[in-house]
């Protein structure tokens, strides 16, 4: 096991509501990536967050927005959900220290939009 | 842009032969981190191996092994005698260096299912 935490687990929702995703980072890291992963597809990159700033963006409206909390925890916050919103949230944490960082993923939260 | 081909959507074996997943990549960036993840039923994914742009020296890791060929920009992974353990989605990333907008952000290809039956 990576260290990683997500929660809920599951979750559903209906289309237009807003929803939280959380996540703990791994001991001793301060880097947070999240991840939306389409069924049968690879991961996507979202956002990710270095000592609670946004450091980098993908290809996301920006409904979806973030936060990283001084424990190096974070959320990931979705508004006016979208049946296309359906799909494995990833959290990955990393140490970034001026190399080469490896991401720990976490178990996932698996989103149902209706 | 960073782009990563896995082309191979699903591989099956019979448990103890050997499977090759081919990972072919495309980048601007002169230095950059190729990745192997695992991701089983469960879902979550488990890191299996990162190799920087400037080290091509091929790896092997128990029944794991990944060959990099930075000439034609593949970086292959091959289990031997695969076990009904393996079964699972292989996904290849990339990543760039400190100095490019793509650091951090590991860029996936479709991901390869094996499946290994008994």
């Known amino acids: 096991e990576t260290g990683v935490t997500q929660s809920p687990t599951h979750l559903i929702k209906t289309r237009g509501q807003q929803v939280t995703l959380r996540c703990s980072s791994q001991?001793?890291?301060?880097?947070v990536s999240w991840y939306q992963q389409a069924l049968g597809q690879g991961p996507q990159f979202i956002f990710q967050?270095?000592?609670?700033?946004?450091?980098g963006r993908g290809n996301f409206p920006p409904r979806f927005s973030g936060l990283q909390f001084p424990n190096y925890s974070s959320e990931l916050n979705v508004n006016a959900l979208e049946l296309d919103d359906s799909a494995l949230y990833l959290c990955?944490?990393?140490?970034?220290?001026?190399?080469?960082?490896?991401?720990?993923f976490g178990p996932g939260t698996r989103l149902t939009v209706l | 842009a960073q782009k990563v081909t896995q082309a191979q959507t699903e591989i099956s074996v019979v448990e103890k032969e050997d499977v090759t997943l081919d990972c072919v990549y495309e980048?601007?960036?002169?230095?950059?981190?190729l990745f192997w993840y695992k991701q089983p039923p469960s879902g979550e994914l488990v890191f299996l191996i990162r190799?920087?742009?400037?080290?091509?020296q091929n790896e092997i890791s128990g029944r794991y092994s990944w060959n990099f060929q930075k000439s034609t920009s593949s970086f292959n992974f091959t289990i031997t005698a695969s076990q009904v353990v393996d079964s699972a989605v292989y996904f290849c990333?990339?990543?760039?260096?400190?100095?490019?907008?793509?650091?951090?952000?590991?860029?996936f290809g479709a991901g390869t299912q094996v499946v290994v039956t008994p």
């Open positions: 990955a944490s990393s140490q970034t220290s001026g190399g080469p960082d490896t991401q720990y």
């Open positions: 967050y270095y000592r609670e700033e946004e450091n």
């Open positions: 001991s001793g890291h301060n880097t």
């Open positions: 190799r920087n742009s400037f080290d091509e």
């Open positions: 980048t601007r960036d002169t230095t950059y981190y």
């Open positions: 990333a990339l990543s760039g260096s400190m100095t490019t907008d793509s650091w951090g952000k590991l860029q």
